[in-house]
């Protein structure tokens, strides 16, 4: 009896050491000083990968911090870099999308203020397998017959964003300043126009291609945020190996 319980409990210690070991996305808490957010002290959430592989951790991290600062202050401590970066957020957060297999799929958003406060978002996918950080062109054929597709689906979804308003202002017209219907249509015209196939996301179930149609100030809580969502399935034959090895 005294060998099987110490048997069981060497198992559940080594079960519970491998658990801890497990790759993590954790939060590092930036805290400054802002004369922009609600109190006194903006508090900006960034990701932060805790790996079992020291060194493939510091790789990803210090990755991610150029890319998020846009490589404006390279080599530099991630923190500081940060903390300099973000002097004038009032906030900043992030999403997990996808963690699995070895690929994490996220989005950092936040708000900065000047004259106004505008809103922006990023999104990173990460191999931590080899750390490397994959734009859309790597992971999928965006040439051909899925270019068109994507294009089809920009078109009904900006089809869609001005059915909604038009309705809105339809139904609305006591309560909505009508004068604003010219310029928010001009606005959803100009945001497909201006649409890249560029900002994307991965998820258990679909690639999602994404369009923050960022308007004007004084109205800014019209821009519409788009995703064009396509199944695994849908786009399986325009994988690329990197995705494909995955198998979704």
Known sequence: ????????????????????????????????????????????????FILKKKSMENKVNMELKEQITGREFEGKAIDQSYRDWAQYFSSIGFEVFLNQNQWVSLEVYGEFC??????FNQYHTVNLANGKFYTIEELVDTTGFLRELIYSRLDSTYQASVAEVRSRYKLDTLQTDSSYLPIIMEELENCRNDFK?????????HFIIRKNCEFPHFMHNEGPFW???????????????QLTLWNP
Do not use: H
């Open 114 to 119: 000047g004259a106004y406060c505008s809103s």
């Open 227 to 241: 995703e064009l969502r396509f199944s695994w399935q849908e786009i399986k034959s325009y994988l690329k190996p």
């Open 1 to 48: 009896m005294p060998r099987l319980l110490l048997w069981l409990l060497c198992f559940l210690f080594f079960s519970l050491r491998a658990d801890a070991q497990l790759n993590q996305i954790d939060t590092l808490k930036i805290r400054l000083v802002s004369s922009f957010a609600d109190n006194s002290e903006a508090v900006l959430n960034f990701p932060k």
């Open 197 to 205: 196939i560029q900002a994307y996301s991965l998820t258990p179930t």
